[in-house]
């Protein structure tokens, strides 16, 4: 079966003060960084956002937002009903340096899970179709976010151990997310650092 990853792009990046998924690390976009990871594990890749000229210019699918700007939660439900997947990896644009090996391990342990992801983060992370009643009922609540969806499925969550993944990626990269221009420039830094 065909694995297929959605990455997020539909953010304002307030925090930031510019369009994060423009952001570029050599000669590729933070964006074409990410899908690329995501390929290599054999993922077809999905953009979740609006049509901005440089996403459209990936070359890579994109879906609409139902309810543009409405978070993370709304994009999930909104890929979840609308391709013909039973479960996709879900990634942001702003969390470029995942690994490879990690995302490998994240998509074998989903296996027998509604949702799967690493540490405390709910991204990346796999979520399944069946989560599509959960995501229902968590958005009539005053919480509209992955956390509160990860919360009400605890039962059926499984959370890859760091033994098992941090050995490919012993700084934890592949859960390093840019909110600042501060932070953006540490974790060049850093990923140049850890490349050498």
Known sequence: ?????????????LRFGSD??????????VVQQLAHTLTVIGCRVVLLGPPRPHLVATGLPLLEDVTPGAGP?????????????ERVLLTAADM????????????????????????DSPLPGVYARAVLPE?????????HSLHALIDRCRPHVAIVPPADWMTHDSFARSLANINTPEEWAALRRLSETTQR
Do not use: Y
Request: aromatic share 2%; with cysteine; proline share 4%.
């Open 135 to 143: 995501i229902a009922t968590v958005l009539q609540g005053e919480r």
């Open 73 to 85: 939660l709304h994009a999930l439900r909104g890929a979840l009903e609308r391709l013909p997947v």
């Open 20 to 29: 994060k998924t423009a952001l570029t690390l050599g000669s590729q976009s």
């Open 96 to 119: 470029p340096w995942l690994v490879p090996a990690v995302a490998e391990h994240l998509w074998a342990a989903s296996a027998t899970a509604t949702i799967t992801h690493l540490a």
């Open 1 to 13: 079966m065909e694995r297929t990853a959605c990455i997020l792009t539909g953010g304002v990046s």
